[in-house]
């Protein structure tokens, strides 16, 4: 062996050495990320491919807004009478109700004889004046007694559906449209009212459109040929739920 | 694993050009199935231009080389359906990791996602194609061979949970690795993607693919020159020409421009979560790890980007 050999050999011990060190530091620092941020790294990788995924330092760059839709002002009732142009007259709710005695306790839409014919309310055991303002039936009213526009319905919802609405403000109910990235345009979001009738929430059936081509249909009758235990998670729930 | 092992058929080397390729084919596979796997070609290869036909892969293309292609493409566009036509070649975003997750307790399977990627992505208007098939299975019982497709009644029935199937965009995906090929392959950003120019139309990855996500262009498509859709890309929504393999790419054109996918934004329910894995404040990463996400068919190990999920 010439001496030149062994002196790579030396400094090939160091790199050994110093590549010992960094593991370990870089162990030591790894371990302490996950104490502090433990679970969810954690979750995410057993979940998700993992080429690439590391966070990213993200300067959430966002340029642009997200933006509720949002409902009239206040609501107008429709009348049968017709203004010259031939187009229906409405009113306002305080037209009859700043004159009229509130009831507070009405809760069955089918009690309705005087006015409002066709409303129906099937929404819990709910009564009107769950959501409805006796002192200013123009406006809304929180469970504390607060008054709300009706512009902010969904804070209304929101104080009886903290998980949809928790899920909502995480994307995961309602749906969006534009943008997922807020660095380069816009996104808008529904209000809640968008898909809930507020008195019928219910979300409404569906015709099927877009029926699949019979062809396609008939080469795979469908398809996955999994064995149950290849999903995992909730669906076995939901089997014991149901 | 070795270069070898992964592909079913004899590795083809880079070296090789695409006709030589076509007999290798053909060696391996015996005549016959050789003659009924290479049909589609034998049928529109009449109608293909030289120029088309030795179009280099996508990815030895210089930009020039791209631009000249895409030139020829809107023009095709231009001639073949008398549409005007813009394509682009999207890359994907830097720090950009896509995913998808669905959520099976809000969607109530009206198939106006199938719809509007069928409009959004150019498919042939006679046949309904769309890269999203709706199961309509059995709520209790997780029996998905008998996923209904073709149900036609009010939805949601009750007793019933329904559940869209599309690409899953895997990492470790079925259908690149058996492509003899490598016209089909991963991106940067997860998204697996198809070379319409260089599919040779052999249709394994269509066989390779456990969700089914992929579909064969049998026939050139018609689509009335209004219906169009103008903003296309190259690795995505341009129209295919016949006899080749396609399917869902995420909607690259619009994603990749930060917008979210065609059958998203159609979904009158607000089932679907699209995003950014590696921006810690995404919804896509909200659901993962608030929500138990699970994957199809988790045990062949291709590790979909794609996520179901229920509400608890």
Known sequence: ?????????QSSHKNVLYKVIYTVICSVFALSVLVMFGTTT?????????????????LNKVNYQVSINKPKKSPVVVLEETDFHGRPLTASCTTCHSTRQPNNTLNDSSKLDEFHPDLI??????????????????????????????????????????????????????????????????????????????HT????????????????????????????????GNIVEIQENE | MSEESKHSLPVINNGMSRRTLLKGVGATLGASSFAIAIAPIAQWAKDTSVDEFLQQHYKELSSSDLDQVITRLEQ?????????????????LPDVQFAYALNLSICIGCRRCAEACHQENNHDRATSNSYIRVLEMDKGSLNLEHGKVNYDHPVPADDKFYMPVQCQQCENAPCVNVCPVEATWQEEDGIVVVDYNWCIGCRYCEAA?????????????????????????????????????EKCHFCLHRTRQGQLPACLEACPTGARVFGNVLDPDSEIRWVLENKRVFVLKEELGTKPRFFYFFDE
């Not at chain 1, 929430?201 to 398809?223: G, I, M, N, W, Y």
Request: hydrophobic residues 25%; glycine residues 6%; proline residues 7%.
């Open chain 1, 42 to 58: 954690e979750q995410i990788n057993n979940k998700l491919p993992t080429k690439g995924l590391k966070d990213q330092n993200f």
């Open chain 2, 209 to 245: 693919c456990p969700y089914h996500a992929r579909r064969f262009n049998w026939k050139k498509p018609e689509i009335p020159k209004q219906e169009i859709n103008p903003k296309q890309g190259y690795l995505s929504n341009r129209i295919r020409p016949q006899g080749v393999v």
């Open chain 1, 201 to 232: 929430p219910a979300f409404q059936k569906f015709r099927p459109v877009f029926p699949p081509d019979r062809d396609l249909t008939q080469e795979h009758s469908f398809l996955i040929d999994v064995k149950s235990k290849s999903i995992k």
């Open chain 1, 121 to 198: 309310l099937n929404h819990g055991q709910l009564s009107c004046m769950s959501c409805h303002n006796a002192g200013d039936y123009d406006k809304l009213k929180l469970a504390n007694g607060q008054t709300l526009d009706y512009t902010n319905v969904m804070q209304l919802c929101a104080q009886c559906h903290g998980p949809q609405h928790r899920d909502y403000q995480n994307g995961s109910h309602g749906g969006m449209q534009g943008y997922w990235d807020l660095s380069k345009g816009p996104r808008v979001r529904n209000n809640c009212t968008d898909c809930h009738n507020p």
């Open chain 2, 76 to 92: 095709d566009a231009k001639d073949k359906y008398g549409a005007d036509v813009t394509i682009r070649d999207h890359q994907p």
């Open chain 1, 1 to 9: 062996m010439n001496k030149y050999s062994a002196q790579t050999d």
